[in-house]
Nanobody, 123 residues
Framework: QVQLVESGGGLVQAGDSLRLSCAASGRAFSTYAMGWFRQAPGKEREFVAATSWNGGRTLYTDSVKGRFTISRDNAKNTVYLHMQSLTIGDTAVYYC????????????????WGQGTQVTVSS
């Protein structure tokens, strides 16, 4: 069992940066691939980024490539999402998730989910 708690969301202006954190419980954190997803009002939850168990491989959705960076610190049981050059289109609730299988962008492979943190980007 893994429990995930996101933090770091807030209200920012377009062009600003923000770092999200996801703290995980459980000693098996380092064995999980970790992902970030987001859900905007009226839209389905979509993949944003993922990292393998040791951070050696990462995946990004096209719209955030070059702007967002996912990283993890297994010693702190924490995964991060560094977001730069934020746009209004990035406004959403951001969720972190843990995947006991291989690195994936598909949400149905993820076993555990956090409650989400709201990111709002204003013009």
């Amino acid at each position: 069992q893994v429990q995930l708690v996101e933090s770091g969301g807030g209200l920012v202006q377009a062009g600003d940066s923000l770092r999200l954190s996801c703290a995980a419980s459980g000693r098996a954190f380092s064995t999980y691939a970790m992902g970030w997803f987001r859900q905007a009002p009226g839209k389905e939850r979509e993949f944003v980024a993922a990292t393998s168990w040791n951070g050696g491989r990462t995946l990004y959705t096209d719209s955030v490539k070059g702007r967002f960076t996912i990283s993890r610190d297994n010693a702190k049981n924490t995964v991060y999402l560094h977001m730069q050059s934020l746009t209004i289109g990035d406004t959403a609730v951001y969720y972190c998730a843990a995947d006991s299988g291989p690195l994936s962008a598909l949400k149905h492979f993820y076993d555990y989910w956090g409650q989400g943190t709201q990111v709002t980007v204003s013009s």
